[in-house]
């Protein structure tokens, strides 16, 4: 791919700060985050394998989530591609034994209550006797429901929440919090740190591109959720510090609201140049529908976990262009070797790029990997194999953070590990854009099928002429 030259300077001085950002992380500096959205009741499209005769019986795992919005909707569509992958080779070994796997699926409404994913997880483990559960999206109800998993001692696979608080748990108190895994995505900080790099390079090809040359003015727009405070917090601490760019003001919409028409006329006011989304809810398509009908010239890089479905472009109208998210798969893509198969087969199966909560498919992988290392279905021994899991999923190497960490039992973040990526909508196709350009850890860290960050139109004519 062509490199533009005159992009280097400023993006290695964005990844050298990083850089120093890294090497000052600590419990405090952790910033817990996450993402959501919403579409149709997910449906099981496929219909799980006879048991063979030779099956000694089955492991039952609970997938709960959201299920009448995206999160949910892919964490029981990656779950069920494991379940059908793995059945159809025979199963899980378990000393000789083999095993089916069998999906139970538990809708969490955590969205809007608390409370009833506490109650949809009880039932889960008790009535439904889930031997494993994964899942969850919202940080405040995925910590109840942690509770409600460790008070059974059942091993709980995260595949959605990145609150720090759920790994410092297990270091607060292993006994107890043993049973918890973040399987994905990684812990807020390091989406803090991604979301940096976003904006590092979409700064200098900005000012580079256009010649502008005053500060450019940030705008963040994060929806009302604990996940997002720590992230507002930081981005007020490290964008004027690190990238040299201008806070103009937060606006904080509902994670469900249907309008922010509102908050995006007092943007343009601002005078911002760059809109920060920090949105893990439905909130995300009116917000990317209505950028572009309102025609305000501004550049979107943030997270938006709406634009990680390829669903976002007919739901915004096509006005979604431009618009720049984490994401942690692309259509092409290759993060590892196993990302573009699974990709293009989860596109065939549902008709749908997969979204981050899509990780219930290496959950369910990895955890048969352990019960195999461990040959017994026991909780503890299951634990101390779940401990040693060094494997290639189609969105990251994995490996858990150890017991001598901080935040315990979390997925390892960095080059060689889980990076994410970040996506840009460029005219109807989701494209990787990041990582790229980068130093130092970053050098040569570019994923077959990335390319360059464009600047939204409307923004390059509004700097033409400033």
């Known amino acids: 791919m062509k490199r533009l030259a005159f992009?280097?300077?400023?993006?290695?001085?964005?990844?050298?700060?990083?850089?120093?950002?890294?090497?000052?992380?600590?419990?405090?500096?952790?910033?817990?985050?996450?993402?959501?959205?919403?579409t149709t009741q997910p449906t099981d499209t496929s219909t799980p394998p006879p048991p063979p005769p030779t099956a000694a019986g089955t492991i039952k795992i609970g997938i709960i989530g959201p299920m009448e919005f995206v999160q949910g909707e892919h964490h029981w569509y990656g779950a069920q591609m494991a379940r059908d992958e793995i059945n159809a080779a025979g199963g899980i070994s378990v000393a000789g034994e083999m095993y089916l796997i069998e999906l139970e699926r538990a809708d969490s409404n955590e969205l809007f209550s608390t409370a009833d994913a506490v109650t949809a997880m009880e039932r889960l483990i008790t009535?439904?006797?889930?031997?494993?559960?994964?899942?969850?999206?919202r940080s405040e109800a995925v910590l109840a429901m942690q509770d409600v998993a460790m008070d059974y001692k059942t091993?709980?696979?995260?595949?959605?929440?990145?609150?720090?608080?759920?790994?410092?748990?297990?270091?607060?108190?292993?006994?107890?919090?043993?049973?918890?895994?973040?399987?994905?995505?990684?812990?807020?900080?390091?989406?803090?740190?991604?979301?940096?790099?976003?904006l590092g390079i979409a700064g200098a090809i900005i000012t580079q591109?256009?010649?502008?040359?005053?500060?450019?003015?940030v705008a963040v727009l994060a929806e009302e959720a604990?996940?997002?405070?720590?992230?507002?917090?930081?981005?007020?601490?490290?964008?004027?510090?690190?990238?040299?760019?201008?806070?103009?003001?937060?606006?904080?919409?509902?994670?469900?609201?249907?309008?922010?028409?509102?908050?995006?006329?007092?943007?343009?006011?601002?005078?911002?140049?760059?809109?920060?989304?920090?949105?893990?809810?439905?909130?995300?398509?009116?917000?990317?529908?209505?950028?572009?009908?309102?025609?305000?010239?501004?550049?979107?890089?943030g997270i938006n976990v709406e634009a990680q479905k390829v669903g976002f472009w007919d739901a915004t109208g096509g006005y979604g262009n431009y618009m720049t998210d984490l994401n942690f798969y692309a259509q092409g893509v290759a993060v590892t070797e196993k990302s573009v198969a699974f990709v293009d087969a989860f596109i065939e199966k549902f008709d749908e790029i997969p979204t981050y909560n899509a990780g219930t498919y290496e959950?369910?992988?990895?955890?048969?990997?352990?019960?195999?290392?461990?040959?017994?279905?026991?909780?503890?021994?299951?634990?101390?194999?779940?401990?040693?899991?060094?494997?290639?999923?189609?969105?990251?190497?994995?490996?858990?953070?150890?017991?001598?960490?901080?935040?315990?039992?979390?997925?390892?973040?960095?080059?060689?590990?889980?990076?994410?990526?970040?996506?840009?909508?460029?005219?109807?196709e989701m494209k990787c854009i990041w990582p790229n350009l980068g130093v130092d850890e970053w050098e040569g860290i570019m994923y077959d099928g990335t390319v360059m960050w464009q600047i939204p139109p409307l923004l390059a004519q509004r700097l033409s002429s400033e």
């Open 155 to 198: 091993i709980f696979l995260g595949c959605g929440a990145s609150e720090a608080e759920l790994c410092a748990r297990v270091k607060q108190d292993y006994d107890r919090y043993k049973y918890w895994f973040r399987v994905t995505p990684f812990s807020g900080l390091n989406l803090v740190k991604n979301v940096l790099f976003e």
């Open 226 to 301: 604990a996940w997002s405070e720590p992230v507002v917090g930081a981005l007020n601490a490290f964008v004027p510090a690190k990238l040299g760019m201008e806070i103009v003001g937060v606006w904080k919409p509902s994670a469900t609201a249907t309008d922010v028409s509102t908050e995006l006329s007092a943007i343009e006011n601002s005078g911002a140049h760059i809109v920060v989304p920090i949105l893990s809810g439905p909130v995300g398509i009116p917000y990317g529908k209505q950028l572009g009908e309102l025609e305000i010239p501004v550049a979107s890089v």
């Open 363 to 428: 959950a369910i992988l990895l955890l048969k990997g352990a019960i195999e290392r461990a040959g017994t279905l026991d909780t503890d021994a299951v634990v101390a194999e779940l401990e040693k899991t060094d494997m290639i999923g189609p969105g990251a190497r994995i490996v858990f953070t150890g017991n001598d960490t901080p935040e315990p039992h979390d997925i390892t973040y960095g080059p060689g590990y889980a990076t994410a990526i970040a996506t840009q909508w460029q005219d109807g």
């Open 209 to 217: 591109g256009t010649g502008f040359e005053g500060p450019l003015k």
């Open 7 to 38: 992009l280097l300077t400023p993006i290695l001085v964005l990844a050298l700060v990083l850089g120093g950002l890294a090497c000052g992380d600590d419990d405090d500096d952790k910033a817990p985050t996450q993402p959501p959205t919403a």
């Open 127 to 137: 009535a439904d006797n889930a031997d494993f559960v994964m899942g969850g999206i």
